[in-house]
Structure formats: structure tokens, C-alpha cells
Nanobody
Framework: QVQLVESGGGLVQAGGSLRLSCAAS????????MAWYRQAPGKQRELVAR???????TYADSVKGRFTISRDNAKNTVYLQMSSLKPEDTAVYYC?????????WGQGTQVAVSS
């Protein structure tokens, strides 16, 4: 059974930082492509950052230079380091794994940024 468990969300003031973690189980983590998505109230879920199994990363334009995605294959964990947070970063953040032809999601973790 595949599980993705996010942690690290919370309330932070604008300009602050948070680090999200996503622990994966039930997959061979090192071959999965991992990503973070977010969904704000009333908006569609959007890609925030992705890291391939070869370590290549991509970012949404809105977070470039502020967010960093990384992975630790030994710990089966992907991270999202978020800095210089803005109120518009407020959303539920979801971990995503693409493993073969399957697409898996975590339950989400809330990030709220106050102005």
C-alpha cells in the first residue's frame, strides 16, 4: 500500500520560512518522480515544484528563487523549503509521486501566511 505523509505546515508571517516534508512508503522511492502541488480556496490545484529521480528540478514561476525542492532517497522523503513566504502562498500543499504509470497523493498539509 502506497502512503505519502506530509508534515511541516503551519501559520507563518509574511517573509518567514517553512519546510514541508513528505515521507513515502510502499514504493521504490529512488525511481519515483516527486512533486509538491498546492490548492488555495476557490482555485485549482497547481504544480509548485517537481524533482525527477535523476535530481532535475522544475518550479512554478511564482516560487522560483524562494522555494527549493529536494529529496533524500535514503529516508524516502521529499522536502520543500519555502522562504520569503507571501500571503498568496497560503494553500493546502500536497505531495505527489509518479511511480511507473501510477499517480499518488498525500492528504495535504495547510500552509497559512499572514500579512
Amino acid at each position: 500500500q502506497v502512503q505519502l505523509v506530509e508534515s511541516g505546515g503551519g501559520l507563518v508571517q509574511a517573509g518567514g520560512s517553512l519546510r514541508l516534508s513528505c515521507a513515502a512508503s510502499g514504493i521504490i522511492f529512488r525511481i519515483a518522480a516527486m512533486a509538491w502541488y498546492r490548492q488555495a480556496p476557490g482555485k485549482q490545484r497547481e504544480l509548485v515544484a517537481r524533482i525527477r529521480n535523476d535530481g532535475i528540478t522544475t518550479y512554478a514561476d511564482s516560487v522560483k528563487g524562494r522555494f527549493t525542492i529536494s529529496r533524500d532517497n535514503a529516508k524516502n522523503t521529499v522536502y520543500l523549503q519555502m522562504s520569503s513566504l507571501k500571503p498568496e502562498d497560503t494553500a493546502v500543499y500536497y505531495c505527489n509521486a509518479v511511480y511507473g504509470t501510477q499517480n499518488y497523493w498525500g492528504q495535504g498539509t495547510q500552509v497559512a501566511v499572514s500579512s
